[in-house]
């Protein structure tokens, strides 16, 4: 949804967001770029296959700026899931953005070049990046050929497995974010619940809105009316971690209401799986919550 999209990408516009991540995940902690020296960048570019123009489009794309002079191109992309095609999507971006640059000399602009840049966020906390990082590997190409095609790199930020020592040096909203997914990585690998970690939230609504589509979450966004009819930016995990508790009470109650209403052993089956898949439970823990009659539960299990 359109809507969703430009919601996702609200957050990191920002240009104290923006900058904090370059400098904190590119740069290592060091306050290379400032705020006031990122400028909008127009996200889309044109191109033309099979004879008609297509539109493409960035996430956000910043110009870094010295003394009004165009140093760099930077672009940040958002990712929930692998991609192995991202390496072809990417240099499509910058390639796109090298093509203006020779464009604006036919029409006698500025001839000073600049490098384009564009790093990937991942927030997928289930698993790491297992995919195509380069140009090279999106392909099966002969011996013969690969001393001759040319390779390009990406540049994959894994959120969630970002260390505690470099989510201290975030000084931006996106703070919360990396520690959100950090946390979401612990409670799916060893269950750990989420911890608190009172932060001041200076986007509120933005960070609810990256959060709950990125984590595919909508439980998230009951906490911003409370939170906001409270006139409160100190958000922290411990909302975070209510909203969890409320969501996994609200789970186990609807799974009760559902094993009342109908109780086939095909509505059994599916009720069970569909809690093990949304609530991370065991054939058994599911089926305890559920209640399911002990005439019914060894045969129901044994189909799950």
């Known amino acids: 949804m359109p809507e969703k999209d430009a919601l996702e990408k609200k957050l990191l516009d920002f240009t104290d967001v923006f900058a904090d991540i370059w400098n904190v995940l590119v740069f290592g902690g060091q306050p290379v770029i400032a705020e006031e020296e990122l400028a909008d960048a127009l996200p889309r570019s044109i191109y033309k296959a099979d004879g008609k123009v297509h539109e493409q489009e960035r996430d956000v794309a910043k110009f870094w700026k010295k003394n009004q002079l165009r140093i760099a191109l930077i672009g940040v ?6 991609d192995s095609d991202l390496p072809l999507r990417v240099i499509g971006y ?22 384009v840049v564009t790093i990937v966020l991942y927030f997928g906390f289930e698993k790491h990046w297992n995919t195509a990082q380069r140009l090279k590997e999106c392909f099966d190409i002969p011996d013969a050929l690969d001393p001759f095609v040319n390779d390009y790199p990406i540049h994959v930020v894994e ?12 000084k931006s909203d996106f703070r919360v974010v990396a520690k959100f997914f950090q946390q979401a990585r612990l409670h799916h690998e060893k269950g750990i619940p989420f911890q608190p970690m009172p932060d001041v939230v200076r986007h509120v609504d933005e960070v609810l809105a990256l959060l709950s589509i990125v984590a595919g979450d909508d439980r998230i966004w009951e906490a911003a009316k409370a939170w906001n009819e409270k006139e409160e930016s100190d958000m922290g995990l411990a909302m975070l971690d209510e909203i969890e508790e409320r969501g996994e009470k609200r789970g186990l109650e609807r799974g009760k209401e559902i094993g ?10 599916s009720s069970i799986r569909n809690l093990m898949k949304s609530m991370k439970m065991t054939a058994q823990e599911a089926a305890d919550a559920l209640a399911v009659p002990q005439n019914l539960r060894k045969k129901v299990l044994e189909q799950v």
């Open 260 to 269: 009342k209403e109908i109780g086939t052993e095909t509505t059994w089956i």
């Open 159 to 170: 959120v969630a497995w970002l260390s505690e020592e470099t989510i201290k040096k975030l």
């Open 94 to 115: 910058d390639g796109a953005a090298y093509r203006a640059q020779l464009n604006a000399d036919k029409k006698g602009e500025s001839k000073v070049r600049y490098p």
């Open 77 to 82: 992309e958002n990712q929930t899931d692998t």
